[in-house]
């Protein structure tokens, strides 16, 4: 009798998770913070042991998508593991997998290992979960300021030549205002896409290029620390990613042919276009006709490594540069640089994503 009791309780939890999708009602936003803030924040819940952590806002999971954004469970997993270690440990390097589609109806839990805390580095694991299931993972590496010694040996790669610069102007600039591919309240501005070379009939696929600037909107709290800029560098660090290979290879990515969008009315058709020219994928439809159509795009890993960590200023604009040395086998790998506006390069990334063709009318598009 006690067993279907038991049974009986942990059945109504779950359909009450069901219809949740955070553990604790969100608390009302400070409005001393910027909204990345509250996008990123986790809960810690020492009820249920040490080092466990759940998303205190819905997590956001955009259209056509298979799980929800991925650079939020990043950044949420960073926000996780820099609250275990002293203020003075700064996270360098951050290496990332995606193991399952996270649902954006329950909640998730994030569960950190202290795996090792030494005089200039302290690790931490965290895993995310949902319903008992490991859904992403990642090992996040800390070193003590200062610790590399008075005398350093230093060089960094250059902001590229020839890069518009941020004007004031920008943040009111409809171009900005079109960066939310659909997200509803986005913690980001974005510029258009710019590709270079893409349509240069001489350049291979690796010497192309995509250039994006973004700033968060908002200033981010001084209680927030440089913590809050760092979770939201994670954050935008996936965005425009993957994406990549798919813009220096020209794949149609919508679910409409160029033949059906051509045919939407005047007002959706305008919207898809100015989608088209954020992109960095161009409004004229008939250049996409007979282009391959992509079937499935979605990451797989994910690495960053934080070369200044107290100079990001996630509220400040920050350029990133893309590039896509190899895709072969239905996979595709990207390398990003972001820098500071005054050219200090403040991160590389890596990312391997899963990159398929749609081989017949079965197949849809994803983006994760």
Same mark, same amino acid.
């Given at each position: 009798?006690?067993? #279907?009791?038991?049974?009986?309780? +942990?059945?109504?939890?779950?359909?009450?998770?069901?219809?949740?999708? *955070?553990?604790?009602?969100?608390?009302?936003?400070?409005?001393?913070?910027?909204?990345?803030?509250?996008?990123?924040? =986790?809960?810690?819940?020492?009820?249920?042991?040490?080092?466990?952590?759940?998303?205190? #806002?819905?997590?956001?999971?955009?259209?056509?998508?298979?799980? =929800?954004?991925?650079?939020?469970?990043?950044?949420?997993?960073?926000?996780?593991?820099?609250? *275990?270690?002293?203020?003075?440990?700064?996270?360098?390097?951050?290496?990332?997998?995606?193991?399952?589609?996270?649902?954006?109806?329950?909640?998730?839990?994030?569960?950190?290992?202290?795996?090792?805390? !030494?005089?200039? &580095?302290?690790?931490?694991?965290?895993?995310?979960?949902?319903?008992?299931?490991?859904?992403?993972?990642?090992?996040?590496?800390?070193?003590?300021?200062?610790? !590399?010694?008075?005398?350093?040996?230093?060089?960094?790669?250059?902001?590229?030549?020839?890069?518009?610069?941020?004007?004031?102007? %920008?943040?009111?600039?409809?171009?900005?205002?079109?960066?939310?591919?659909?997200?509803?309240?986005?913690? &980001?501005?974005?510029?258009?896409?710019?590709?270079?070379?893409? #349509?240069?009939?001489?350049?291979?696929?690796?010497?192309?290029?995509?250039?994006?600037?973004?700033?968060?909107?908002?200033?981010?709290?001084?209680?927030?620390?440089?913590?809050?800029?760092?979770?939201?560098?994670?954050?935008?660090?996936?965005?425009? &990613?993957?994406?990549?290979?798919?813009?220096?290879?020209?794949?149609?990515?919508?679910?409409?042919?160029?033949?059906?969008?051509?045919?939407?009315?005047?007002?959706?058709?305008?919207? +898809?276009?100015?989608?088209?020219? &954020?992109?960095?994928?161009?409004?004229?439809?008939?250049?996409?006709?007979?282009?391959?159509?992509?079937?499935?795009?979605?990451?797989?890993?994910?690495?960053?490594?934080?070369?200044?960590?107290?100079? +990001?200023?996630?509220?400040? %604009?920050?350029?990133?540069?893309?590039?896509?040395? %190899?895709?072969?086998? !239905? #996979?595709?790998?990207?390398?990003?640089?972001?820098?500071a506006q005054d050219g200090t390069l403040l991160a590389s990334c890596m990312q391997e994503g899963v990159v398929r063709l749609q081989q017949d009318e079965t197949e849809r598009g994803a983006k994760l």
């Open positions: 009798m006690g067993g #279907r009791d038991t049974e009986a309780k +942990v059945e109504g939890t779950e359909k009450v998770l069901d219809k949740r999708t *955070t553990l604790l009602r969100p608390p009302e936003p400070d409005p001393n913070k910027a909204p990345i803030e509250h996008t990123v924040e =986790v809960t810690p819940l020492a009820v249920l042991g040490e080092d466990i952590f759940t998303n205190t #806002r819905p997590l956001w999971l955009p259209q056509g998508a298979r799980g =929800v954004y991925g650079g939020a469970v990043i950044a949420q997993s960073l926000a996780a593991a820099q609250m *275990t270690v002293r203020d003075d440990f700064l996270v360098h390097s951050c290496h990332c997998y995606f193991l399952l589609a996270g649902s954006a109806t329950i909640p998730i839990m994030y569960h950190v290992e202290r795996v090792r805390d !030494g005089r200039s &580095f302290a690790t931490r694991t965290v895993q995310a979960r949902q319903r008992g299931k490991c859904i992403f993972t990642t090992t996040v590496s800390f070193v003590r300021e200062g610790s !590399g010694g008075a005398k350093q040996i230093r060089h960094a790669a250059a902001l590229p030549e020839g890069v518009e610069m941020p004007d004031a102007s %920008w943040d009111a600039d409809e171009a900005v205002a079109a960066s939310d591919g659909g997200q509803k309240g986005d913690p &980001f501005l974005s510029r258009r896409i710019e590709m270079l070379r893409v #349509r240069d009939p001489d350049a291979r696929p690796d010497q192309m290029r995509a250039r994006q600037w973004h700033r968060c909107k908002g200033k981010i709290s001084a209680s927030g620390g440089h913590q809050a800029h760092l979770n939201a560098l994670a954050y935008i660090s996936d965005k425009y &990613f993957v994406g990549t290979v798919a813009r220096i290879h020209r794949l149609w990515r919508l679910a409409k042919t160029p033949e059906e969008v051509a045919a939407l009315p005047e007002a959706e058709l305008k919207r +898809v276009r100015e989608f088209l020219e &954020f992109e960095g994928m161009g409004g004229r439809l008939e250049d996409w006709v007979d282009r391959p159509r992509m079937g499935m795009m979605v990451s797989l890993d994910h690495s960053i490594y934080f070369h200044e960590p107290k100079r +990001v200023r996630a509220d400040e %604009w920050m350029f990133s540069e893309m590039e896509s040395p %190899w895709s072969g086998d !239905g #996979r595709g790998v990207v390398m990003q640089r972001i820098y």
